[in-house]
């Protein structure tokens, strides 16, 4: 294949890949197509079973059919590369004394919680790694969060799945209640109190939500993500044994155990665990 050819054939593997995240039914119109090059000619249509293209120009004419099992399969492979890339680059090393400081300021996050979730500091970007591991604690990705004040981007995550919930590896997702959370320092705090799962961003699908299967679920997610919880109540709340919104005053991550004992687990386990666990 010369190297024209190999573009064309890459340009045509991106357009596709790209428009798997339509609906079913979707058109994506006005691409340019990888073929003759021409601007706003070419079409994807997503079905059930997979995407349908076409070029209107009459002198390309280029048109086909590709199931979406293909691509998802290509592009959980190209996703599988450039995660493993971007992780051979990372120079890990034991979390420095004034960054576990740091955590433990911001976020009330302990050395048992270090070790315990095996999180490192990366030296090449000066950011917090944590690695992320699934409800059944498979390994998919990992999150660098910054540590200087100044720095733009407070967090970046690298995942071989993006649709996966991030669980504390002290978790067995055997019992209930489990509690949702948006990050994973509210999920690591949770942990010490009950089960615990992270979003990292994302939604419930229809995957990851079978874990949540006949349990009794409460979503505590940050105070800015009220529309994220109603949808997770609508979309999902008929598989759930039963289902509750926590109110919070503060994100979970920026409690003291204190107030998540004051404030949280009343609303968990009843106003009895307040004076039970306060007298402890």
Not at 90 to 119: A, E, M, S
Not at 176 to 189: K, Q
Request: with cysteine; proline share 3%; net charge positive.
């Amino acid at each position: 294949m010369n190297g024209q050819n190999k573009e064309r054939t890459n340009a045509h593997k991106q357009i596709l890949l790209s428009s798997l995240d339509l609906t079913v039914g979707e058109t994506s119109y006005k691409e340019e197509c990888p073929q003759c090059r021409e601007k706003g000619s070419f079409s994807v249509t997503k079905t059930e079973e997979g995407l349908l293209y076409n070029c209107f120009r009459a002198k390309c004419g280029i048109k086909g059919f590709i199931p979406t099992n293909n691509l998802y399969t290509i592009r959980k492979k190209e996703e599988n590369n450039k995660h493993n890339i971007v992780l051979s680059k990372l120079n890990l090393c034991t979390v420095p004394t004034k960054v576990k400081y740091f955590l433990y300021k911001k976020f009330n996050i302990t050395n048992k919680h270090i070790i315990d979730n095996r999180i490192k500091w990366c030296t090449n970007s000066n950011r917090i790694m944590t690695p992320l591991y699934s409800i059944d604690k498979e390994y998919f990705g990992f999150q660098l969060r910054n540590y200087n004040k100044h720095t733009k981007v407070k967090s970046v995550v690298y995942t071989t799945n993006k649709k996966e919930l991030y669980c504390p590896i002290n978790i067995i997702i055997k019992e209930t209640p489990i509690v949702i959370v948006e990050d994973t320092w509210s999920a690591i705090r949770m942990s010490d109190f009950c089960c615990s799962v992270a979003l990292l961003g994302t939604y419930l699908t229809k995957e990851n939500s079978k874990y949540l299967l006949g349990k009794d679920i409460y979503i505590a997610l940050d105070n800015d993500a009220t529309y994220k919880s109603l949808k997770i109540l609508q979309s999902f709340g008929g598989i759930f044994k039963s289902y509750n919104v926590i109110r919070l005053s503060k994100d979970i991550k920026n409690m003291p155990d204190k107030q998540i004992i004051r404030e949280v687990l009343p609303q968990i386990y009843g106003k009895e665990i307040t004076s039970f666990l306060s007298a402890k």
